[in-house]
């Protein structure tokens, strides 16, 4: 399991983004964060829910759902979103600390 990895979970939720450190992959859990289209998405609040294009689809990153689940419901990732590191960890430090 990799950081910004993106899983669809078996149990047939929206996709969600492991947004945990690698380093402890070690743990039975993993923390998440679900992506919902766009046009299915609630109003985003910019900086809280970038939005994040999945296979060709928009997301929003919904981070005030965020929560952690068991790394064995979330198989095969699909996608990673590495290259939205910066927006990912800037919306989960608007979610913390409010700046």
């Known amino acids: ?3 910004f990895d993106v899983y669809a979970p078996a149990n047939g939720t929206a996709l969600v983004v492991d947004i945990q450190s690698d380093v402890l992959d070690g743990l039975a859990t993993r923390a998440v964060i679900p992506l919902v289209p766009l ?3 609630p109003k985003p609040i910019i900086r809280l829910n970038p939005m994040m ?3 060709g689809i928009a997301h ?3 981070t005030d759902w965020m ?3 068991p790394k064995s419901v979330l198989g095969q990732p699909v ?4 290259a939205h590191r910066d927006s990912i960890v800037s919306a989960v430090d608007m979610l913390v600390t409010g700046i």
């Open 1 to 3: 399991m990799a950081q």
């Open 39 to 41: 046009q299915a998405a």
């Open 53 to 55: 294009d999945v296979n």
């Open 60 to 62: 929003s990153l919904m």
């Open 67 to 69: 929560s952690a689940v």
């Open 79 to 82: 996608t990673n979103l590495a």
